[in-house]
């Protein structure tokens, strides 16, 4: 007789506990569908950008819904069984009091990261504009206030200066228009893009005037050197007028005869 009451009594336990769980997990189920639809909403788009804009601002506050509405869920379950049932729901709905409140938190911290990234940004334009305005007016005004105290000294030789600087431009203009080619064609083939054209002939022109203009005043110094007897600077300032020398003729001067070559043998002369 034990073993059919046994049988039955197991039956029937198993029989609630599946009701239980029926009942339990019946009205939890709806929430793993609901779940799918609010990450779905919250964490793809049609483009990158509006993804992760919808990931940054929705995934989070998302993640503590869903978490807050699993907990109330079953929670709500164990309401028969408390005895502070009052101050249970008291506390479960300074939860969700506590979740908004997060959320906007979180939202209003977005908002000012936001605000003081673009105060960054805009220092930063700031800072590198002054820097860059600053550096302009100073490579514009510098030769003038040189030339003003210099110019309160007797002595110098202003229209020696003068031309120098004039024959130094015109010499950076003439191999610039003969060196572009071959510069263009260079950084072409190790960039593997064009090159600017307008870009690559101001840049050639001031590193050639710069180079020129240079050369000029090494000889001023070697000749001051030689009447000082600077052993040592003479020797530095040759070696110096040596290295522009070999700089010129492989590079300019060279370039310059491949230049106008032809433009002398359709004018007659006989080369060679």
């Known amino acids: ?29 709806w929430i793993v569908d609901w ?31 869903v978490a807050g509405v699993w907990g ?19 506390a479960l709905l300074m939860s969700w009091w506590d979740a908004v409140r997060m959320a906007w938190f979180y939202w209003f911290g977005l908002a000012r990261f936001l605000l003081v990234f673009v105060g960054w940004v805009w220092g930063l334009l700031r800072l590198g504009v002054g820097l860059f ?3 302009l007016k100073n490579l514009v005004t510098s030769p003038f206030a040189m030339l ?24 950076a203009t003439i191999f610039t228009f003969t060196l572009r080619p071959t510069m263009s ?21 001031f590193f050639l005037f710069i180079i020129i203009g240079g050369s000029f005043a090494c000889i001023q110094v070697l000749n001051e050197a030689i009447k000082t007897r600077a052993i040592g600077q003479i020797v530095s300032m040759v070696l110096v007028e040596l290295a522009v020398a070999l700089f ?25």
């Open 1 to 29: 007789m034990q073993g059919p009451v046994g049988t039955a009594q197991t039956e029937q336990w198993s029989w609630i506990l599946q009701t239980v769980w029926g009942w339990v997990w019946g009205g939890l189920s």
């Open 35 to 65: 779940q799918v639809q609010v990450f779905r909403v919250a964490a793809t788009g049609t483009t990158f950008w509006e993804a992760f804009g919808k990931a940054l601002l929705l995934f989070f506050p998302a993640m503590v819904l």
């Open 72 to 90: 109330t869920m079953v929670s709500l379950y164990t309401i028969p069984f408390r005895s502070g049932r009052g101050r249970f729901l008291a």
């Open 133 to 135: 305005w600053r550096t």
């Open 148 to 171: 003003d105290s210099s110019s309160r000294e007797p002595g110098v030789p202003w229209i020696a200066f003068i031309l120098l600087l004039f024959w130094s431009a015109i010499e």
């Open 185 to 205: 064609e260079l950084l072409s083939d190790l960039t593997g893009y064009q090159v600017n054209a307008l870009a690559l002939v101001v840049l050639l022109w």
């Open 248 to 272: 010129e003729v492989l590079f300019l001067y060279r370039e310059l005869i491949d230049a106008i070559t032809p433009w002398l043998a359709q004018q007659g002369f006989q080369l060679g």
